[in-house]
C-alpha cells in the first residue's frame, strides 16, 4: 500500500505550523491514497520518525516522501535525506521514493503577480519590487530565486526587480531597503516569497517599519504566498513524478498528420524525429538554433522549424511534445505548463512527463519495444539488440504472411471454433520457415478457383 508523506520545515510561532497543517490536509484531499501523513523537519511535531512509523504501522509497503519547502536548500538535499534513510534502514522492506521542492516554475510567478494586484497599488515604470526568500548557504537557493526574479522580471518587463534574502546570503534584505531608500523610486513593493507566516515574516514587518519613518518612499508589503491552489497543484505533480513513473501502460499510437513538437534542437532531438516522421507526424522544431539533420530536414520540407527560445503558445495545441533541450529550466517550465490531456516526454529526466520512449526493434509489421520506465534506458537497448537476434529479418515476410492468412480467415465463411483453430495453427514453426507451407496453408482457406491470387510472400 502506497503512503504519502508530507514534510513541511516547522516554525515556532504556533500560527505557521497551523497554516501548514491546513494547507496539507488540502492537498490530501486531492490524492486517493488512504495513508497520508504530515511532518515537520523540526521545531514543531510530529517529526519525521514519527510520521514516518505511522504509515509503517497503517500497513505501508510504500512511501512516498514530499519536501514542502519552496526551494531546493540543504534542508531537502541533506537534512530530510540522512533522517529518511536512517528510517529506511529502520523499515529496509518499505520501499521509498523522494520527492522534489516545490521549485521553479511560470505557476509560482503567476502567484507573485496576483500578490501585486490584491494590493490595489498600480505597479508603476517608477516601482522597484523586492522579492524577498529565506536565505541559505546552498548556492541553488540563490540560483532559483534568481530565476524566479528573472521571469518576473519578464512579466512586468519595464519594472526594476531586486531579489534579495532574510539570512545567510546577499544581498541581504537590510541591504535591499537601504538600496530603495537611496534609489529614485517612489514606491517599493516587498512580496515574501515564504510559504507560511513566522519569525522570519515578522523580521520583514520590523525592517519596513524602521525605514517606513523616514518617509521618503511608500513600502508596500505584500502577502506571503500561503496556501494557493498552483502551489497545491505542484505538490500533487510532485507526488505524480516519484509514483506516476511505475504505473505507466504500453500502448502503440497512432500518430498520423497530429502535431508533434520536440523542444531543442541537438542530436538527440534529431534521433527522435526520424521515428516521429516514419509514423506520419506533422513535426515542429522549436530552437534558436538547430543541428545539421534538422536543417536537411527543414531543407527537404519534412519538418517544420521555429528558431526562437520555445513559448507556451509554441505547443498550446501539439499532440505529443518531446523536450530534448540541456535546460534544467526550460524542462521543468514545458512539463509544468503542457495540459494534462498532453503527451509529454523530458528526455533528461525519466520522473518528469507522462510518458516514456521505449527502445524499439521493427521487423515489418512486428514491433517490439522495451522500457525499463526510465530506470536504464541502456539496458533497455542491450534487451531491444538481444532480442534481434532471435527475430530476424525473416520474420517481416512472416509477418506479412500471417497478416493475409488473418485476413483470409477472419473475411471467410467459417465458424467461430474453426477460426479460432485456424489462427492458432497459422503461428506453428513449420510456417516460420518453408515458403511452400505457407502457401499450402492459404490455399486449404480460399475456393480452388482462387488459389492462383495466393501470394508467395
Known sequence: MEAILYICHGSRVKEASAQAIDFIKVCMQAQPNSIQEYCFLELETPTIEEAYE??????????????????????????IPVILNKMKERYPAVDLKYGRPIGVSDKMVDILVERLEETNVRVTEDSLVLLVGRGSSDPDVKRDLSRLADLLRNRLPKIRVQECYLTAATPSFGEALEFAEESRTNQVFIIPYLLFTGLLMQSIENGIKKIQKKGKQKFILCRYLGYHPKIEKAIS???????????????????????CIIIGGGK??????????????????????????????????????????VEETDYKDAFLIIVATNSTEVNERVYENASKSQLVNVISNHELGNFHIPATLNRGMLSISVSTNGASPTLA???RNDLGKVYDESYEEYLEFLFEARMIIKNGSFSKEEKSKLLKDSIEDIYKYSLKERYRFLARLLPVETEENISLG
Open 381 to 383: 537497448k542491450k534487451i
Open 268 to 309: 538527440i532531438g534529431y534521433f527522435k524525429a526520424g521515428p516521429l516522421l516514419e509514423a506520419g507526424a506533422e513535426v515542429t522544431v522549436v530552437s534558436p538554433e538547430i543541428c545539421t539533420g534538422f536543417q536537411l530536414l527543414e531543407k527537404e520540407g519534412k519538418i517544420q522549424v521555429l528558431l526562437k527560445e
Open 237 to 259: 505533480e510532485r507526488i505524480h513524478e516519484v509514483s506516476g513513473g511505475e504505473l505507466m501502460y504500453p500502448i502503440t499510437l497512432n500518430i498520423e498528420n497530429r502535431k
Open 54 to 79: 505511522r504509515c509503517v504501522q497503517k500497513g505501508a509497503t510504500r512511501i512516498i516522501a514530499i519536501p514542502v519547502l519552496l526551494l531546493t536548500a540543504v534542508h531537502a538535499k541533506h537534512d
